[in-house]
């Protein structure tokens, strides 16, 4: 079993900043891709932010610039830093992860989700 637990979700003001975290947790052997999703009410979840193990990052074009994702793979945590926060970046995040259990299965775990909201 691997579970993701995410923090950080709240209420910012646009122009703001928020830091998400999601730690892993359990049987794990290895962890490949983390990554950060987003959804909102009646659309798609959507790619915010992802990151191999090697460091390789990918970013959504909306938020270039404005969001960084980064990783400490010795406590399996990925973490995503949101500045300049835009109206539209309020949504339900969610963080996965590519991870190969002790078992040497492989799954794909997401977390629970936090909710972002940006308004004045």
Request: aromatic letters at 8%.
């Amino acid at each position: 079993q691997v579970q993701l637990v995410e923090s950080g979700g709240g209420l910012v003001q646009p122009g703001g900043s928020l830091r998400l975290s999601c730690a892993a947790s359990g049987s794990i052997e290895s962890i490949g891709v983390m990554g950060w999703y987003r959804q909102v009410p009646g659309k798609q979840r959507e790619l915010v932010a992802t990151s191999t193990s090697g460091g390789r990052i990918n970013y959504a074009d909306s938020v270039k610039g404005r969001f960084t994702i980064s990783r400490d793979n010795t406590k399996n945590t990925v973490f995503l830093q949101m500045d300049n926060l835009k109206p539209e970046d309020t949504a339900v995040y969610y963080c996965n992860a590519d991870v190969l259990t002790s078992s040497w299965s492989r799954v794909l775990s997401w977390g629970q989700g936090t909710q972002v909201t940006v308004s004045s």
